[in-house]
């Protein structure tokens, strides 16, 4: 054996040199966000002062309200029930709408991804389907379903629909046709395909959509109040610019807005635990 030839280091060592490495990518990681909160928050307070500076002194109030007029419109439709009231409704139509559109979708694309021919033979009538714009659909909703929650709720289905269905047929579609030829070989199932090839493969490009269209099911269902209502969100704001409240528009955009990040990061536990994807990269990367 030459003399620069070196022995393999024990397991032992490579173990603690491993686990060193992930530790100091987990504060790294941890280091990140804290400067991602910090920098969202500092961002968000210049805003808010050079918005208060700038209203009455460089634009008119009426068209810019403030962040203090904006607060104390919706600390008055708190105290007196108002955002509550409407906001039950606007929450219930997006989230049954959310549910409806993405459930339905998923179940429409698993077989139309799984079967490319039959998807072939329909997909001109689902890109027809999807280039009417939804907001049209909003009045032909409220012709067939009346005045009350089930327009909505269809109205939001519809925005989530199509953009979960794309994305997981798109998902079922790029599975390599190899790793599909191997498990024919190795004599897996159909079930068991699609169960632990197909669907994995998939799970990215669902989760995916389901973030993305929570502010489409949020749209769908103050739309449809918009049109037609006499109570939820998109009503309460549509009232305030009737009286030409700006600070109440603002006040109601800001509460849709507020809504939809809450509901974001209530989905980001399923995203992590449906993440197949190693969690650490040792070779310096991000998770």
Same mark, same amino acid.
Do not use: C, H, K
């Given at each position: 054996m030459s003399a620069s030839t070196r022995a393999p280091a024990p397991l032992g060592v490579r173990t603690e040199v491993l686990r060193e490495e992930r530790h100091r990518h987990q504060g790294a990681r941890k280091a990140h966000h804290r400067f991602l909160i910090t920098a969202r928050i500092g961002i968000l307070a210049v805003a808010l002062v050079l918005w208060e500076s700038a209203s009455g002194t460089l634009v008119r109030p009426f068209f810019v309200s403030s962040p203090t007029a904006v607060v104390a419109a919706l600390w008055a439709w708190a105290q007196s029930g108002e955002l509550w009231y409407h906001g039950r409704f606007t929450l219930t139509a997006t989230a049954l709408g959310y549910v409806l559109g993405s459930v339905a979708a998923i179940a429409l694309a698993w077989p139309l991804g799984a079967m490319r021919t039959l998807y072939r033979v329909t997909e001109p009538y689902f890109l027809v389907a999807y280039s009417v714009p939804a907001v049209a659909m909003g009045p032909v909703f409220i012709l067939w379903f009346g005045l009350g929650l089930a327009p909505k709720v269809v109205l939001a289905a519809y925005f989530v629909f199509f953009i979960v269905f794309i994305n997981t047929v798109t998902g079922f579609q790029q599975v390599p046709q190899g790793l599909l030829d191997v498990t024919r070989v190795m004599g897996a199932s159909r079930w068991a395909t699609l169960r632990t090839v197909i669907f994995p493969s998939a799970v990215p490009y669902v989760l995916a959509a389901l973030r993305i269209t929570l502010?489409?099911?949020?749209? #769908? /269902?103050? !739309?449809?109040?918009?049109?037609?209502?006499? =109570?939820? *969100?998109?009503?309460?704001? @549509?009232?305030?610019?009737?009286?030409?409240?700006?600070?109440?528009?603002?006040?109601?955009?800001?509460?849709? #807005? /507020?809504? !939809?990040?809450?509901?974001?990061?209530?989905? =980001?536990? *399923?995203?992590?635990?449906? @993440?197949?994807?190693?969690?650490?990269?040792?070779?310096?990367?991000?998770a």
């Open positions: 502010p489409a099911a949020m749209i #769908g /269902a103050v !739309v449809g109040e918009f049109i037609a209502s006499n =109570r939820g *969100l998109g009503y309460l704001t @549509r009232a305030a610019a009737s009286r030409y409240s700006t600070a109440g528009v603002i006040g109601g955009v800001l509460v849709l #807005g /507020a809504i !939809v990040l809450a509901m974001s990061l209530l989905l =980001r536990p *399923l995203r992590n635990a449906l @993440r197949w994807q190693p969690d650490i990269s040792i070779r310096g990367g991000d």
